[in-house]
T-cell receptor, first 118, second 109 residues
Framework: GAVVSQHPSWVICKSGTSVKIECRSL??????MFWYRQFPKQSLMLMAT?????????EQGVEKDKFLINHASLTLSTLTVTSAHPEDSSFYIC??????????????FGPGTRLTVL | QKEVEQNSGPLSVPEGAIASLNCTYS??????FFWYRQYSGKSPELIMS????GDKEDGRFTAQLNKASQYVSLLIRDSQPSDSATYLC?????????FGPGTRLSVLP
């Protein structure tokens, strides 16, 4: 259980285009999903926290108009990188918060999406 | 003070030895603690969670929590080269999960 999928796993796009990344919780309902970005050899950086049916909460320094997040259902959140530029090239990872058999909320990660902007 | 701190490493241990990874946190009211393993180019994978003081064992992994000292550790017994990865400590603060910078472990054959 507790599987999170992401699509696509790798995307290459031209500068100025928009890219949408999907994050799905496959076998549990996730009221909260998180979007992270990770540059090579660096730690995870939380970009935003997304609650189903409400606006995402963005971390300081993350442009909400550039990184559009939609959490329309309990199993799906999307991140759209608008007008992508080479500096947006990174590994984008989503995670979903779900309840385990112990009753505690744990965070499960998707496999990540590698974005390369030419 | 950063909320979750870890030594960045690299921590090198010989195959078969015990690897000890440490993490300290600043929020005294935190109740949930997690260890994730991240291989290069992959996303993190949850390997242990611990919620109460003491030790929790799962196979070759033992998590240790000391809330009074605000300290959580992960021991890996009989380390294998396949354990070579970055280990992330995460602490649940309110509704958020705060990650440490990770410790890079290298198990030498």
């Amino acid at each position: 259980g507790a599987v999170v999928s992401q699509h696509p796993s790798w995307v290459i796009c031209k500068s100025g285009t928009s890219v949408k990344i999907e994050c799905r919780s496959l076998d549990f309902q996730a009221t909260t999903m998180f979007w992270y970005r990770q540059f090579p050899k660096q730690s995870l950086m939380l970009m935003a926290t997304s609650n189903e049916g409400s606006k995402a909460t963005y971390e300081q320094g993350v442009e909400k108009d550039k990184f559009l997040i939609n959490h329309a259902s309990l199993t799906l959140s999307t991140l759209t990188v608008t007008s992508a530029h080479p500096e947006d090239s990174s590994f984008y990872i989503c995670s979903a918060k779900g309840s385990t058999s112990t009753g505690y909320n744990e965070q499960f990660f998707g496999p990540g999406t590698r974005l390369t902007v030419l | 003070q950063k909320e979750v701190e870890q030594n960045s490493g690299p921590l090198s241990v010989p195959e078969g030895a015990i690897a000890s990874l440490n993490c300290t946190y600043s929020d005294r009211v935190s109740q949930s603690f997690f260890w994730y393993r991240q291989y290069s180019g992959k996303s993190p994978e949850l390997i242990m969670s611990i919620y109460s003081n003491g030790d929790k064992e799962d196979g070759r992994f033992t998590a240790q929590l000391n809330k009074a000292s605000q300290y959580v550790s992960l021991l890996i017994r009989d380390s294998q080269p396949s354990d070579s990865a970055t280990y992330l400590c995460a602490v649940k603060v309110g509704q958020n999960f705060v990650f440490g910078p990770g410790t890079r472990l290298s198990v030498l054959p």
